[in-house]
C-alpha cells in the first residue's frame, strides 16, 4: 500500500464514524458542548490532530481545493495559523504537540517512506 495515502485514508474512516455517530454529536451538542470548525484559509481539507491545555493545534492541510495533496503541517496558536513543512519533504503532517509547543508529526521525502520529526519550540511560534 502506498503510505502516501494513509493520511487520506484516516480521513475518510474518521468522516465515516462521524457520520455513523452523528445522533451522538447532536446529542452532545444539544448537551452544551461547543464545536469550532477549524479550516486553514484556502485550504482543501483541515484536519486538527493534536491540541495542548493551551489550546494550541497541529495538524495538516492540502491546498488543493479537492483535497489531494502534498499534505502540509500546521500549527493554529492565538488565532492564527503558521504553515509547517519539513525542507525537502512532498508530504508533511504535524500529530501531537506539548505544553512546550515541541511538535512531533511525520514527513516523507519520496511519497513512499514515513519518518518522524520533533520541532522543539525554541521561541513564540507567531
Known amino acids: ?18 457520520l455513523a455517530l452523528g445522533e451522538t454529536q447532536v446529542a452532545l451538542a444539544s448537551q452544551g458542548l461547543n464545536f469550532t470548525t477549524i479550516d486553514v484559509p ?3 481539507l483541515t484536519a ?3 491540541i495542548n491545555a493551551s489550546g494550541d493545534m497541529v495538524g495538516f492541510y492540502t491546498a488543493d481545493a479537492g483535497g489531494l495533496p502534498p499534505l502540509h503541517g500546521y500549527l493554529f496558536a492565538r488565532g492564527a495559523f503558521l504553515t509547517i513543512d519539513v525542507p525537502g519533504a512532498m508530504d508533511t503532517a504535524g500529530r501531537g504537540i506539548n505544553a512546550r509547543g515541541d511538535i512531533v508529526g511525520e514527513y516523507d521525502l519520496d511519497g513512499i517512506t514515513e519518518h518522524g520529526y520533533l520541532r522543539r519550540e525554541t521561541a513564540s511560534p507567531l
Open 1 to 18: 500500500m502506498n503510505n502516501r495515502l494513509l493520511p487520506e485514508i484516516g480521513f475518510v474512516i474518521s468522516a465515516l464514524v462521524l
Open 48 to 50: 486538527g490532530q493534536g
Open 42 to 44: 484556502g485550504a482543501g
